[in-house]
């Protein structure tokens, strides 16, 4: 075992010889969407994205059903399982199975196996003072998709929502192997905030976030200042607080922001300063176009993170 539960890590590595391992997470969650088909197409991209992080391809996947036993059509979840296999087969992985259990709810999502060189593997610990921060997508998901629930969301935010989320982190993944990362994640259910905590604490480093870099999706700061901010963004900020020093300068919008639920987040890279340009320009040719520089990381402080 050479990556367990040890630092949180995005997924888990085993050894099978000198230069293969396999790396395998799982994930699932309820709707985010009320379309079945694009539902299973974020669903499978979020699970893939852990792979991912850690510089991993996805080879193989599980199918995970939660559905209830009457009042939904057998039509809607195989739907929801198209989408699931399409986008597993955007990622060059196969479908080999899966398994369903009867509930209230429905929940989808996939275990996933994929390969890593052992000796190339990227971990959420690892950064060091000097590195930059970048992070590959838009923050604000959960806001956007807060503010649908509430119909209160326009088409185009919907859609450049959707896009974000549904988009796999492949591009990104290959973009970062070509250059000396030190630490990596993807930014999701905790938020940048969250997810970043666990870079900083196991690397033993303060992780500096500029507000006025933070990329954002349209429509998010304005939904924020109207009050659509999800229970999850609360719940990370009151746990997440005391690791996070907030300058006064830093408005309350920008704060709640970096605190949203991200579903299917980009990838958070630390990669030293020198380097930080030319794989930002590698990410925006690969299909991101608002990856950016959003912070640098410094010599351990009084707290973890720091939002100035």
Known sequence: MLVGISTGDDAGVFRLRDDLAIVNTIDFFTPVVDDP?????????????DIYAMGGRPVTALNIVCWPQ???PGGMLAEILRGGADKAREAGAYVVGGHSVADEEVKFGMAITGVIDPRRIIRNVGARPGDA?????????????????RDALSADQYAAAVKVMAQLNAGAAAAMLEYEVHAATDITGFGLMGHASKMAAGSGVTMIFEES??????GAIELCRAGMIPGGGARNREYYAPMVRIHDEVSEVMAALAFDPQTSGGLLIAVPDAQA???LADLHGAGYPDAAVVGRVAERGATPLELV
């Open 37 to 49: 088909y694009t539902y299973g197409q974020i669903s499978a991209a979020n699970a893939l994205s």
């Open 70 to 72: 009457s009042g939904m």
């Open 133 to 149: 921060l970048i992070l590959a997508k838009p923050l604000g998901t959960g806001i956007l998709m807060t503010a649908f629930k």
């Open 213 to 218: 870099d933070l990329p954002i999706l349209p």
């Open 277 to 279: 340009i030319r794989l």
